[in-house]
């Protein structure tokens, strides 16, 4: 049955159902439970009018407020939440320069002072930060009683999309939401174009059930129609008048709206003809302004216009927005308008600017789209001012953590520097390159470049570029292994730094400082290094924190110190995430993943490694590590895929010279082998980087790598130096290894130590153990010996009915995860069932959340291994 809105013509049918949701949603925020809704469709389906309906139907008293975000080449930082923050007169914040967590602290304070309902349209187009906000909104919003809303386009988003990235980080949030809008039944197409009469099989072969191409088809009364959407908008555009069809392509080059000051500017006496543009329904009143109802006609209209009438009218918009004092808020537009008016001046002028505005506010991504604008437009540029826009693009692709492209932007900048004759700019450039070059695990060639830029510091007066210098030095001391010229040079690269006041590497030489020193003296590095975290997030320096964060989980892991690294990790994720430090967020969460690992927390180990390995940045190691850790769970556990996942570890191409990386590999690779009984392939798995760690003297990985050899039964020569509980393993000493790995917090590895004594008592507690920890292949060894000892009241596992009466799954939730084990998707399980899709929705999502799994094949994996499918 259709609904009528009372205060306009629209149409909504068939969304009953998306409707109710929604009201259930507000109805659970206004009892205290806040809700985050992503409300997804195609292009045209019709979620603003589903939301816009929506909000015209909320109880008095609960305030609506509405941002939008820009479809433009490169986002305005922060427009929605902008928009919403001035709808709401939250003036405090609308300078450009505040930071994302204000504005997102202002936006959560917004939606905690009162019931609201929030809505961001068309998060497909939004930039990293707005991103930001969402994700945190997501945490905070459960204690709230508001609502908020995000629509986007999800035939758009490709796999590293940013909004797709967001998704999967908010997906586990008791807050989140997610609203499929669809298209219409053939009988919702009918009810829609019946009161125009147009044939239902060719009104439904055009336009698949979409309503904003039923509602074009209809309005023009055409019995055929060209296939595409263009046609039937410039068709609607051909009635206008020419001063109402100006008006209208001012606004089809201007998203995401035309203010009055910017339509009179732009298009002068033909302003006045707006009103037959509103009359015609081509546009619409928006927030002030007018705007097309829909991207799909703006960007029709755009694509009509000729070459000349589209420069023409760029030129125009931009020196409307250039002249009037928006023009620092507007950075980004302004950008966007210069650029397409070829307007050289204006681009090297703004592109820039809008750059750093986004970097400032953690949107890298887009901040690196304007440097390259401006480079476009900046061929004869004189080489300094071009090394300047190519040093700053770098930095921002390396913060996205797009590596490969930064480290060919900044040989770029170096050859510039050097055809500029200036040699410490030239050595603050080989900084960064060594930066990006050992972040990427190319050591050999960092070292050079450390070395080049020494070289052209050495005897000049010093300068803030020495302090970048020495910086670099102290960390390359680090990995030389010498900490004390490492401690030397990072205190004067700090001296030097504040000196020249640049706070940005004095903190970092400060973190330097203190992650050196907790390498002898973790309690006093710990208590440094949170200082120096405290000093950069207080300067607003997010980098140089995220950074300290980092360090405080790696440094306590070498002196097993898990009491450190618990109270750090999450708080390091949640900063990194709200800061848009995306790098080191990875980077935190692959070592959290092998933390986790190894104390037995193997759920944690997974959430932690898949958010890695679903993640599109590029690093390395941190994709490495996480499929090794993945790797090693699902064989611990005996979940399939364990092969797989230590193949794409391999896949990932870590250089050698990162030997420890290739150590944990073969590591892997060898206990894959002994679980999964194919000991020969240990020898494959371990023979090369065991030659390389005996030629390097590296005794803790040589007995490690022995260690499983022994296990699959090869002779070994045991490393002289074999210390540890590897070494004591190795000696034949397993209930002292036991007790070691016990020590230092490793339950694994020391249940695995107790099954080689050999005595009955101590193989029962290695049995207890395992089964403990869910390590079923490993607790079948151990069962099978003890059988063959004479035991028989070893305890089993638990009975199928106990286990899923501990996964609190109720009987239809078993019934549609047998189903998603058979490989049916939703919408077969719902006709199976004969129940609605989304009914079989909820379901999904009550079965992955209960089995803390983060996609449907995790979650059959899951159903395996504890026995809940049929046959398991």
């Known amino acids: 049955m259709a609904i009528i809105e009372s205060a306009s013509t629209d149409v909504l049918i068939e969304r009953e159902e998306p409707l109710e949701a929604l009201r259930a949603a507000l109805a659970g925020a206004a009892a205290g439970r806040g809700r985050l809704v992503f409300a997804a469709g195609e292009a045209g389906v019709g979620k603003t009018s589903l939301v816009r309906r929506f909000c015209a139907d909320v109880p008095g008293g609960t305030a609506v407020f509405w941002g939008a975000c820009d479809p433009l080449a490169t986002p305005r930082p922060l427009g929605p939440v902008l928009e919403i923050a001035e709808a709401a007169g939250i003036d405090g914040v609308l300078d450009p320069g505040s930071a994302t967590h204000n504005i997102a602290a202002a936006v959560l304070d917004l939606v905690q002072e009162r019931d609201a309902v929030v809505v961001v349209e068309d998060a497909h187009w939004a930039d990293e930060g707005s991103l930001d906000v969402v994700r945190l909104l997501a945490r905070r919003l459960p204690t709230t009683s508001s609502l908020v809303i995000v629509t986007y386009r999800d035939d758009e988003l490709a796999r590293d999309h940013p909004l797709r990235i967001a998704l999967g980080d908010v997906s586990t949030s008791a807050a989140v939401e997610r609203l499929v809008v669809r298209p219409l039944t053939r009988e919702g197409v009918a009810e829609l174009a019946g009161a125009n009469g147009a044939e239902l099989e060719t009104v439904w072969r055009l336009t698949a059930g979409n309503p904003f191409y039923v509602t074009e088809l209809v309005a023009h009364g055409v019995e055929e129609v060209p296939g595409t959407v263009r046609d039937l908008v410039l068709a609607r555009m051909a009635q206008l008048g020419p001063q109402a069809t100006a008006v209208v392509e001012a606004a089809a080059i201007a998203p995401p709206s035309l203010d009055a000051e910017l339509l009179l500017a732009v298009c002068g006496e033909a302003a006045d003809a707006v009103d ?513 000892l004479g035991v028989r009241d070893l305890p089993r596992g638990p009975r199928a009915a106990t286990r899923a009466n501990g996964a609190a799954l109720t009987p239809r939730e078993l019934e549609v995860l047998t189903l998603i084990a058979e490989g049916l998707r939703n919408a077969e399980i719902a006709e199976r069932l004969v129940v609605s899709r989304r009914t079989v929705d909820h379901h999904v999502s009550a079965i992955l959340r209960k089995l803390q799994a983060g996609s449907r094949g995790e979650a059959v994996a899951v159903a395996q291994r504890l026995g809940l499918l049929a046959g398991a």
């Open 276 to 788: 037959e543009c509103l009359a015609s329904g081509v546009l619409h009143v928006v927030d002030g302004g007018v705007a097309f109802r829909h991207e799909l006609s703006r960007t029709a209209v755009e694509e009509s216009l000729s070459p000349a009438r589209r420069l023409a009218l760029h030129r125009s918009v931009l020196l409307a927005l250039t002249d009037a004092p928006r023009a620092r808020a507007d950075l980004a537009r302004i950008a966007h308008h210069a650029a397409e008016a070829a307007d050289r001046h204006a681009v090297l002028r703004y592109a820039p600017a809008a750059a750093e505005h986004a970097a400032c506010v953690g949107a890298y991504r887009e901040a690196a789209a304007q440097y390259a604008r401006a480079l476009r437009f900046g061929d004869d540029l004189a080489p300094g001012d071009r090394a300047e826009l190519l040093e700053g693009r770098s930095r921002a692709l390396y913060l996205a953590d797009d590596q490969t492209e930064a480290i060919e932007v900044i040989r770029e900048a170096i050859r510039c520097r050097q055809e500029e004759g200036a040699p410490l700019k030239e050595a603050r450039a080989l900084t960064e390159l060594t930066e990006y070059l050992w972040c990427r695990g190319f050591n050999g060639e960092a070292a050079g470049a450390v070395v080049r830029a020494s070289e052209l510091a050495a005897g000049r007066p010093e300068q803030r570029e020495h302090a970048y210098v020495l910086h670099t030095l102290a960390i390359h001391a680090v990995y030389e292994g010498d900490v004390d010229l490492a401690l030397e040079r990072a205190r004067r690269a700090r001296e030097l730094g504040e000196r020249f006041g640049d706070p940005f590497i004095a903190g970092h030489a400060r973190v330097t400082i203190a992650s050196a020193t907790a390498r002898s003296d973790i309690d006093q590095g710990v208590r440094m290094l949170e200082e120096a975290v405290g000093a950069a997030r207080q300067g607003g320096e997010h980098e140089v924190a995220a950074r300290g964060m980092n360090a405080l989980i790696v440094r306590p892991m070498a002196f097993d110190r898990h009491d450190l690294i618990e109270r750090s990790i999450d708080e390091a994720i949640d900063y990194c995430t709200e800061h848009t430090q995306d790098m080191w967020r990875i980077n935190v969460q692959a070592v959290a993943a092998r933390w986790a690992l190894d104390r037995g927390h193997w759920d944690d180990a997974v959430r932690h490694a898949t958010a890695v390995i679903d993640d599109p940045r590029e690093s390395p190691w941190t994709h490495h590590e996480a499929l090794c850790v993945l790797a090693l769970v699902r064989a611990r556990r005996g979940d399939p895929g364990a092969r797989d996942a230590l193949a794409q570890a391999i896949a990932v191409g870590v250089p050698l010279e990162e030997h420890f990386a290739h150590v944990d590999l073969a590591a892997a690779g060898a206990e894959i082998a002994l679980l999964g009984r194919c000991p020969r392939d240990v020898v494959s798995a371990t023979t090369a980087i065991l030659s390389a760690a005996v030629e390097r003297g590296d005794d803790e990985a040589t007995s490690r790598l022995c260690f499983w050899r022994r296990l699959a039964g090869i002779e070994i020569e045991s490393p002289s130096e074999s210390s540890g509980p590897y070494g004591l393993a190795l000696a034949g000493r397993w209930g002292e290894a036991a007790d070691e790995w016990t020590r230092r917090g490793f339950p694994y590895e020391a249940a695995l130590a107790l099954s080689q004594t050999g005595d009955v008592a101590v193989l029962r507690d290695a049995h207890a153990g395992l089964q403990r920890l869910g390590a079923r292949p490993l607790a079948t060894v151990v069962a099978r010996e003890l059988r063959g």
